[in-house]
């Protein structure tokens, strides 16, 4: 039971590149979110999902693209990578009204 | 709209003391309230979930409190020890969001031995 995994772990971009982090979850839990966290900002909603199929934004989604169309996987694309989106960038995941699990977070650097 | 707030953002306590950690958020329309600990470089780790309709929970050294009329939370840590060193953040799950977390900004716990 490996719970909630993002890869990669760290990367480096530069200014104009796209990528897709990875989420994936093995405890079969409807809801999937992307935060990013920056000093002193706080943690931060990037889009989530209430299940495969349905997705939405939150309170930064831009330059940020999300699908879910299987309830395990909840892949992040960046679009054009700029340096302001260099941050760390968790996953989680939960089920109605119990605990969240995270991810170990993937620490992307944008040059 | 819902806004969370953790005073002090930063805490320094000797080995061995008690404390507690506050969290006040500003819409009682809430499912329940979550505190997470989070290591330097590390993920979330969920430590207590409050249901709304409970006033505290217990997990060995730690409790956490449940005011929802007022708005507020506390994190109890007892007799702290420099493994407690981290971050704590608290998040709510408000009503009718489609089951967003808001986070509040953390307070950094120092324990010194």
């Known amino acids: 039971n490996a719970g909630v995994t993002q890869t990669p772990k760290f990367q480096v971009l530069k200014t104009g590149q796209s990528m897709t982090l990875q989420c994936a979850q093995d405890?079969?839990?409807?809801?999937m979110s992307w935060y990013r966290q920056d000093p002193g900002m706080g943690l931060r909603l990037i889009h989530y999902?209430?299940?495969?199929?349905?997705?939405d934004q939150g309170e930064v989604p831009n330059g940020y693209n999300v699908s879910r169309s299987t309830t395990e996987d909840f892949p992040l694309r960046l679009l054009s990578a700029a340096p302001s989106q260099t941050s760390v960038y968790f996953c989680?995941?939960?089920?109605?009204?119990?605990?969240?699990?995270f991810g170990q977070g993937t620490r992307l650097t944008v040059v | 709209k819902q806004e969370v707030t953790q005073i002090p953002a930063a805490l320094s306590v000797p080995e061995g003391e008690n404390l507690v950690l506050n969290c006040s958020f500003t819409d009682s329309a809430i499912y329940n309230l979550q505190w997470f600990r989070q290591d330097p470089g590390k993920g979330l780790t969920s430590l207590l979930l409050?249901?709304?309709?409970?006033r505290e929970q217990t997990s060995g050294r730690l409790n956490a409190s449940l005011d929802k009329s007022s708005g507020r939370s506390t994190l109890y840590i007892a007799a702290s020890q420099p493994g407690d060193s981290a971050t704590y953040l608290c998040a709510v799950d408000p009503y009718n969001q489609g089951g967003k977390l808001i986070f509040g900004q953390g307070t950094e716990l120092s324990v010194k031995p």
């Open positions: 405890m079969n839990h409807e809801y």
């Open positions: 999902s209430v299940g495969a199929g349905i997705t």
């Open positions: 989680a995941t939960r089920t109605v009204n119990t605990e969240a699990f």
């Open positions: 409050i249901q709304s309709s409970q």
